[in-house]
């Protein structure tokens, strides 16, 4: 099929052209920056909601469960789920359409797996490009799963608007879980499997971490006399910050839920609109996405410089030859990485250039 044909039936709203483009774009198929390029004028609607956490955290069920709330609603949800690749076949078990079998019959539900590919960021490198095709066919809300709880694992934040990060009273240390990074990335933290031993002490714990990051604790604190001692507790004015809308500030709120029996759903629903709503009126969402916007550019460039360096013949053979005098201390990496890029410019510009 002509990628013009398909874009027609693209754009006339059929889901097997819109299988057929999200697998053209998620392996680089011939064509693929065209087909984006075509689209690009269409994206930027969809509300992009990361989620992301430990394995078994019991992502996968709140994914379900908010894509039911969302369809409720009226909202078309596109799911984007991606699983770790293993380091020795390749493959990845992919299994998040059969843990959310409930809502995938769904036809205005779209839920497309996609393996990490060795990607170090929790995310495939190709999601963000999946994630504009789905906004470009119409889609309300993307919400996009990934793998692990790390300094690593922030990609998620890049590519979403909201970020809530889901922890489980297993998850070990939380203070060794709560990485600086991580915490400032999420903007909702849900703590799942509430019903369980730890669940109170985990939520605490986070919520006086917010506390002292923050430094909500003593903001207010009046000098001297009539200090109220109860409002110095992090925790409890992280936990009253959250619970107060404020346009210029967002402190993320820490909420329980048990989403096997569906508790505490609609208040992580609530979050997410709260959230939403705080970004459009402090006009950070559209800083974001400009961010965002940033950053795909900074990444095409160099995805580009790369494939063309490292997949040049000629590159690669000069290179080889190099090596024994950093070897033996002649020459430095970075004297041979300058001298590299000042003889590979036109290859680097391009075959255009030549």
């Known amino acids: ?112 797996s996609m393996a990490t590919r060795g990607s170090l960021g929790g995310l495939a490198a190709a999601t963000r490009e999946v994630a504009d095709v789905l906004d470009a066919f119409g889609f309300d809300v993307l919400l996009i799963e990934t793998v692990g709880v790390g300094q690593s694992e922030l990609d998620v934040a890049r590519t979403a608007d909201s970020t809530l990060l889901v922890l489980v009273p297993e998850s070990g240390d939380s203070i060794q879980t709560l990485k600086a990074g991580v915490m400032e990335v999420a903007d909702i933290f849900v703590v799942n499997k509430a019903d369980r031993p730890g669940a109170d002490r985990l939520r605490n714990d986070v919520e006086l971490m917010l506390g002292l990051r923050k430094g909500v ?20 004015v992280a936990r009253d910050a959250a619970a107060k809308p404020n346009p210029v500030v967002w402190t993320p709120p820490v909420l329980s839920a048990v989403a096997t029996q569906e508790k505490g759903i609609t208040e992580i629903v609530d979050a997410l609109d709260r959230h939403f709503a705080y970004l459009e009126q402090s006009g950070k969402l559209r800083a974001r996405r400009r961010e965002r916007m940033r950053e795909r ?48 410019a036109e290859l680097v510009r391009g075959e255009e250039a030549k």
Request: avoid cysteine; charged fraction near 25%; glycine fraction near 10%.
């Open 1 to 112: 099929m002509s990628s013009s044909r398909l874009l027609d039936e693209f754009n006339a709203g059929k889901p097997a052209a819109l299988a057929r483009v999200v697998s053209i774009v998620e392996n680089h198929r011939d064509g693929f920056e065209e087909i984006l390029g075509s689209l690009h004028p269409r994206t930027g609607r969809a509300r992009r909601v990361g989620l992301t956490g430990p394995p078994g955290a019991g992502k996968s069920t709140i994914t379900s469960l908010l894509v039911k709330r969302l369809r409720d609603a009226g909202l078309k949800v596109g799911v984007i789920a991606v699983d770790p690749t293993s380091p020795f076949t390749g493959g990845a078990l992919l299994g998040d359409r059969v843990r959310m079998e409930s809502v995938a019959l769904d036809p205005g539900v779209f839920i497309r």
């Open 217 to 236: 604790s003593f903001g207010s604190v009046p000098a001297h006399h009539g200090v109220d001692f109860k409002r110095m507790n992090p925790a409890r």
């Open 297 to 344: 550019v900074m990444d095409v460039v160099e995805q580009k410089v790369r494939g063309r360096l490292w997949k040049d013949t000629a590159t690669m053979s000069w290179l080889e030859l190099q090596l024994p005098s950093v070897e033996d201390g002649r020459a430095t990496p970075f004297a041979i990485a300058d001298q590299l890029l000042r003889q590979s």
